[in-house]
């Protein structure tokens, strides 16, 4: 399973061509690619026109959702943010350290363009999607 981040969403429906897109528009429909709860938030919010709304929210809903958060979660991301925060890293998204840490508790690779989700890859075992 592969969980799409906001960022590579984001640049797919402005229509922008980078290495993340490209690897989504390879892999849908022949992989199983999902979505976090919070990732489907920062996507739709940013649609200005109801109808834009509506497309998205509807071609999103064949994906898996994924709850990203809850209590081990929770306990996890915090832990991983200090295991950064120590090596002299500091996240400053804590849904980019929620999404990082669901994806490794998981199993589970991400697609991403966003650099915060570099350190979870170099140190704690996030599976970037870019490498599978």
């Known amino acids: 399973m592969i969980l799409v981040d906001s960022s590579v969403w984001i640049d797919f429906f402005r229509g922008s061509s980078t290495p993340q897109v490209e690897r989504l528009d390879s892999l849908l429909g022949i992989e199983p690619l999902a979505i976090g709860d919070l990732i489907l938030t920062e996507v739709l919010q940013g649609f200005n026109s109801e109808r834009d709304f509506n497309q998205a929210r509807t071609m999103l809903a064949a994906l898996d959702v ?3 958060g ?5 306990v996890q991301a915090a832990r991983n943010f200090r295991t950064l925060r120590q090596r002299g890293i500091t996240i400053r998204k804590p849904i980019d350290t929620l ?3 669901r994806c ?3 199993d589970c690779a991400l697609l991403y363009s966003d650099r915060n989700f570099d350190p ?13």
């Open 70 to 74: 809850g209590h081990d979660i929770a």
């Open 99 to 101: 999404i990082a840490t």
């Open 104 to 106: 490794i508790e998981s």
């Open 66 to 68: 994924i709850d990203i």
């Open 120 to 132: 979870f890859v170099e140190h704690l075992g996030l599976r970037s999607a870019m490498n599978d």
